[in-house]
């Protein structure tokens, strides 16, 4: 995936924001939280995102996966997509979407519903 790629999949999701900071990295938010950074990464894309427990459990073992520099130090569950082989496109777009779903989950709930997300 390229960046042009990922910033067009990222803002199709509802409530988007895309700000770039942090040196020029590719920032998602929804709302006003992050869900996705597309950077960081020396010679090719790279695609950090948050992750359930046992996706970051699974993923973080996979060839041009890891835990995401900085965060997962921290403690927090993300993951980072840096080389091939890594994650399928369509595979990716599936883990940025829930990404985008588990941050806009810490909204409260009258958040959630001003902002017209996870109304099922």
Same mark, same amino acid.
């Given at each position: @995936?390229?960046?042009?790629?990922?910033?067009?999949?990222? %803002?199709?999701?509802?409530?988007?924001?895309?700000?770039?900071? =942090?040196?020029?990295?590719?920032? =998602?938010?929804?709302?006003?939280?992050?869900?996705?950074? %597309?950077? =960081?990464?020396?010679?090719?894309?790279?695609?950090?995102?948050?992750?359930?427990?046992?996706?970051?459990?699974?993923?973080?073992?996979?060839? %041009?996966?890891?835990?995401?520099?900085?965060?997962?130090?921290?403690? @927090? #569950? =993300?993951?980072?997509?840096?080389?091939?082989?890594?994650?399928?496109?369509?595979?990716? #777009?599936?883990?940025?979407?829930?990404?985008?779903?588990?941050?806009?989950? %810490?909204?409260?709930?009258?958040?959630? #519903?001003?902002?017209?997300?996870?109304?099922?």
């Amino acid at each position: @995936m390229t960046y042009d790629e990922y910033n067009e999949f990222c %803002g199709s999701l509802p409530v988007t924001s895309h700000p770039i900071q =942090w040196g020029g990295s590719h920032v =998602w938010k929804v709302a006003d939280k992050v869900f996705a950074i %597309g950077g =960081w990464a020396d010679d090719q894309p790279a695609f950090t995102f948050k992750t359930s427990e046992l996706s970051y459990e699974i993923l973080r073992e996979q060839p %041009g996966l890891r835990p995401a520099p900085y965060l997962a130090s921290r403690g @927090m #569950k =993300w993951i980072q997509h840096y080389k091939e082989p890594g994650l399928s496109d369509a595979d990716l #777009k599936d883990y940025l979407r829930e990404s985008h779903r588990i941050v806009s989950l %810490g909204f409260s709930k009258k958040k959630q #519903k001003e902002l017209g997300l996870n109304q099922e």
